[in-house]
């Protein structure tokens, strides 16, 4: 198994001591802070690797963005990370997150050439290619009957099929689907 520290720091940035943290870019939810900021770690990230990171940019999906009326909060950064990662595979690198349990985005370059990201970890939390399937979902919902809100962090190979609420709603049917009366949060 490969360390992440392997992939995602260089040589001379592990013989320094370089701690990941410092090679990992933070995002909330609804986006960056200043427009290009995302790819301009990406890029520089690239270039330590000794990439040219001439094409990584979010031009593209800036000018598409502006002309979509089905855009909504939370979607941009989606569609930045999407366009990034596709970018990083023709360099011989991927899109990695790490997955913390917030909304926050924790983005990473790794250096991978042809292999998967698989089984790594970052201070005990997995850490995945960005578009590969998290390991956990995490379900919440407020129960249409009583309002208590619920919460359920399952293997991606779970479902809540036929789950039900401490006050007896009905919340999940034998599929794993929600009732019609069940929201989920996004």
Not at 8 to 22: F, H, I, K, N
Not at 49 to 69: K, L, R
Not at 151 to 162: F, M, R, S
């Amino acid at each position: 198994m490969t360390d992440l520290e392997d992939l995602v720091l260089t040589p001379g940035e592990r013989a320094q001591g370089v701690r990941v943290d410092s090679v990992m870019f933070r995002m909330d939810w609804t986006g960056e802070n200043y427009p290009g900021e995302l790819a301009a770690f990406v890029a520089g990230r690239v270039g330590a690797f000794g990439a040219e990171p001439t094409d990584v940019d979010t031009n593209v999906v800036y000018h598409a963005a502006e002309s979509d009326p089905t855009l909504r909060r939370g979607d941009f950064p989606v569609r930045q990370l999407d366009h990034l990662s596709d970018v990083l595979a023709n360099l011989g690198c991927t899109l990695a997150v790490r997955d913390n349990g917030t909304d926050t985005y924790e983005v990473l370059v790794a250096l991978t050439g042809e292999r998967e990201l698989t089984e790594l970890t970052y201070q005990g939390l997995p850490v995945r290619a960005w578009g590969s399937e998290p390991e956990a979902t995490l379900v919440s919902l407020d129960c249409p009957n009583c309002s208590e809100m619920l919460v359920w962090e399952l293997p991606a190979t779970e479902t809540l099929a036929d789950e039900r609420c401490d006050c007896g709603a009905a919340l999940f049917d034998a599929g794993g689907r929600p009732m019609p009366s069940v929201t989920l949060h996004s």
